[in-house]
Nanobody
């Protein structure tokens, strides 16, 4: 059973920074991409940023220039550096992993979510 362990959420003032981390536990044959999504109260879950094993990144327009996604391929850990945070960034942030299990079946795993609260 593959699980994602997230850390780094918390309370920060507007203009501040936070860094989220996510690492999988369990056996995975291949990771294709990892990323972060978020869900604010009363809203649908939305993409924040993703990164492939080739370091191809994709960002939501609302976070471009403020957030940076990166990964450590040795540790299979993905990071989300969030700068110049705005109260609109307040949400539960979910880590996501897409890849293949040891039987080469497609795999998609979600983390339990970490709360980011930005005060004005």
């Amino acid at each position: 059973q593959v699980q994602l362990v997230e850390s780094g959420g918390g309370l920060v003032q507007a203009g501040g920074s936070l860094r989220l981390s996510c690492a999988p536990s369990g056996v995975i044959f291949r990771i294709n991409a990892m990323g972060w999504y978020r869900q604010a109260p009363g809203k649908q879950r939305e993409l924040v940023a993703t990164i492939t094993t080739s370091d191809i990144t994709n960002y939501a327009d609302s976070v471009k220039g403020r957030f940076t996604i990166s990964r450590d391929n040795v540790k299979n850990t993905v990071y989300l550096q969030m700068n110049n945070l705005d109260p609109e960034d307040t949400a539960v942030y979910y880590c996501n992993l897409r890849g293949d299990d040891v039987r080469l079946r497609g795999l998609e795993v979600w983390g339990q979510g970490t709360l980011v609260t930005v005060s004005s």
